[in-house]
Each structure stands twice: as C-alpha cells, then as structure tokens.
C-alpha cells in the first residue's frame, strides 16, 4: 500500500503546549487521543512526519539531548497505540534569525519532501497555530487542517484576519485523522 503523508505539528496538536515551553520529558503530556490518532492514519495507509517550531533550543533554554528526550517520550507513546512517527524535522532558530525553516516559512516541509520523495499535493498539515496553517499552503500541501487544541480559536481568528482559511477545523487530532481517513481513503484527493 503506498504511503501518504500528514505532517503534524507537536505543541498543541499532540500534547498540550505551554507559554512557558516544554522544557524537559515530566512537562510533556499527550492531548487525548492523539498517539491513538496517529495509529489510525497509518493504519490507514498514511505516513506521519513531525514539522516543529522549537526556538527553545536555539535560545538555550533545553538542550538538544534533552529536546531528543522529549521526543523519545513521544515517540514511545505513539508507539504504545500502535503509531509511528517517521520522522522528525525541527527548526531551532528565533523568530529575528530569518532561516527558511522556521514555520509559517516552508522549509522543514521542503525538506521532509526532498528527504523521503513526497507528493506534497497528495500530503496534508495539521496544526494548531496560523503558522501552520500558512507552513502548509506556502509549501503546497493539498489539506490544511486546524485543531481547536492548543491555540486553535486564537489561530482562526488570525486566518480569518488574513483572509486564510483551513480546509478544516477539528475538535483535536483525532477528529481531524478520522476526517483524513474517512474522506480521502489512501490519500486519493479526488474522493
């Protein structure tokens, strides 16, 4: 079965963010059914890839192998429902450092296609934030979907400020997976 793609944002989407940051493994704690809703789209046939703003590491307030820390915790519990996470991509930098990767700016994403041979028009983003929403559409993803988690609410009034809208807008990762699943089986955006 070929693979499709989701890519996730972390904060928010898969475990409850904090204004303060996630700044070791005992802050990170996963938002209700979402390990279980990554096990679902790749049971699915989707392949779930991580792109995640982490200025925190860039201004020192974590380490990288604490930051790796926090990841391994993720992965693991995705794990234990049944999920994968098949990669990671991060960016480091403060918003004044101006890299391409740092999100609303394409470029994990670009990276992740470059990197595993996506179809970025078959592939979908889902996040909490504007940033994300804008990450998605900037590198052509086909779906751009946010969650009422983290700073959803917040987020859609931005978009609507810009005249951006989501594809749509879901109580949590889980509905939004289930919406993936139920209206685009293996990833076919004509359904």
Not at 14 to 22: E, K, L, P, Q, T
Not at 115 to 140: L, P
Not at 169 to 185: G, Q
Request: with cysteine.
């Amino acid at each position: 079965m070929k693979e499709y793609t989701v890519f996730l944002d972390r904060d928010g989407v898969i475990n409850h963010d904090s204004d303060a940051y996630i700044k070791n493994p005992d802050e990170f704690h996963f938002i209700s059914k979402s390990p279980d809703a990554i096990a679902l789209l790749n049971a699915k046939g989707f392949q779930v890839i991580l792109i995640t703003n982490q200025s925190a590491v860039g201004r020192g307030m974590i380490s990288r192998p604490t930051f790796d820390a926090i990841l391994k915790k993720m992965t693991h519990g995705v794990e234990q429902a049944g999920g994968r996470v098949k990669d990671i991509f991060f960016c480091p930098h403060t918003p004044d450092q101006g890299c391409d990767c740092r999100k609303p700016k394409p470029g994990m994403i670009l990276q992740a296609v470059a990197c595993h041979g996506i179809d970025v028009k078959k592939a979908f983003m889902i996040g909490d934030s504007a940033k994300d929403i804008e990450c998605g559409k900037n590198a052509g993803c086909a779906k751009t979907i946010l969650v009422k988690t983290g700073n959803g609410e917040k987020a859609l009034a931005a978009l609507t400020k810009k005249g951006i809208a989501p594809d749509f807008f879901a109580k949590d990762l889980y509905e939004a997976a289930c919406w993936i699943t139920d209206n685009f089986p293996c990833g076919n955006m004509a359904s």
